[in-house]
């Protein structure tokens, strides 16, 4: 098959910026650390509210012997539950996820936060979240006619501030 | 083109394509260059996810 020379430099380019992409990625990978999340884990979304783990009164955020959190929240048409979490800013958090129904999906704009959530499988992403404020959640997988208004609230403030409302029990988180 | 002789036709042609190689400096280098701002500028300031 003949390919004019001008067209094979061409590909050549295209090629190239391909691989530097790539090659940045790879690189800045392996100097932060950073692994894609590869969490496996099997669950009977039919009896989450029986589970151990995502009865409705063990949902939201759990502080962790060394000091990181677990944040467990479920998906169901059309809404996360709980529907608001207070976090706190530059600290650990393991968000474990379930859905009671269909796939949904799970973004919090502003930050890198975003999975898949499979129903029959716990979605697990481990992130930290640097800026305070207040960030819409929303489900970015199409899961019905009320997929658009599915949506709910996380409010991140300082570490300490998250202390301060924990002790005082108004942490919804 | 038309008023080209058959000479000076067959220069051109034969000739290295000058502006289509500035054009394709200025959009891929603009390309890599705006890319590599939103990875490290946004993306990776983000905070990684695991």
């Keep these: ?78 809404g996360f539950f709980p529907k608001t979490l207070t976090l706190p800013a530059e600290t650990n958090i393991t968000f474990r996820w379930v ?13 890198n936060m975003s999975t898949m959530i499979v129903p029959g499988y716990v979605a697990q992403v481990k992130t930290l979240l640097h800026q305070t404020g207040d960030y819409p959640m929303l489900c970015n997988e199409y899961c019905g006619m ?28 | 083109m038309n008023n080209l002789t058959e000479e000076e036709r067959k220069k051109i042609l034969e000739s290295s394509p000058v502006g289509t190689w500035a054009l394709i400096i200025i959009v891929s280098s603009g390309m890599v260059i705006a890319w590599l701002l939103m990875y490290y500028g946004v993306f990776l300031p983000r905070g990684p996810i695991g």
């Design chain 1, 1 to 78: 098959m003949h390919i004019d020379k001008l067209e094979k430099k061409w590909a050549a380019i295209s090629l190239l910026i391909a691989a530097l992409f790539v090659s940045v990625i790879l690189g800045s990978a392996f100097f932060h650390g950073i692994h894609a999340p590869s969490n496996v884990e099997t669950i009977d979304s039919a009896k989450l509210h029986l589970s151990a783990e995502f009865a409705e009164d063990k949902l939201g955020a759990q502080q962790n012997p060394d000091g990181s959190l677990t944040v467990r929240m479920v998906a169901g048409r059309y």
């Design chain 1, 99 to 111: 859905s009671l129904d269909v796939i949904h999906g799970v973004h919090i704009p502003m930050t």
């Design chain 1, 146 to 173: 009320g997929h658009a208004h599915m949506w709910s609230n996380i409010k991140v403030v300082s570490k300490e501030q998250w202390q301060a409302l924990n002790k005082q029990g108004e942490n919804h988180g």
